[in-house]
């Protein structure tokens, strides 16, 4: 049975961090590219973060301009986990996080956890 199970949210001050880890199982988690969505109330879900399977340029990395610069995202291949390191945090952060596995024409999505940047 696959599963994605985000944790790692909360609520923190403009200009925190916050590191999100997604833990994987039931399929090859190396193979697949991993991602991070955001989905803030009343907008669509967006694109924050991704990198690529061993497939496909294995490590690569992109990012959604609004967050190049402060949010790394990463992932550990050997304990099937993904990470998105977020810094320089900001209100416009707010948003329910994803995490996405997608390979060919299988996706897989998280529940989400919920990041509310606010003084």
């Known amino acids: 049975q696959v599963q994605l199970v985000e944790s790692g949210g909360g609520l923190v001050q403009p200009g925190g961090s916050l590191r999100l880890s997604c833990a994987a199982s039931?399929?090859?988690?190396?193979?697949?590219?991993m991602s991070w969505y955001r989905q803030a109330p009343g907008k669509e879900r967006e694109l924050v973060a991704r990198?690529?399977?061993?497939?496909?340029?294995?490590?690569?990395?992109t990012y959604a301009d609004s967050v190049k610069g402060r949010f790394t995202i990463f992932r550990d291949n050997a304990k099937n986990l993904l990470y998105l390191q977020m810094n320089s945090l900001k209100p416009e952060d707010t948003a329910l996080y994803y995490c996405?596995?997608?390979?060919?024409?299988?996706?897989?999505w998280g529940q989400g956890t919920q990041v509310t940047v606010s003084s």
């Open positions: 039931g399929f090859t988690f190396s193979n697949y590219a």
């Open positions: 996405k596995a997608d390979l060919f024409r299988s996706t897989y």
């Open positions: 990198v690529a399977g061993v497939f496909s340029s294995g490590g690569t990395t």
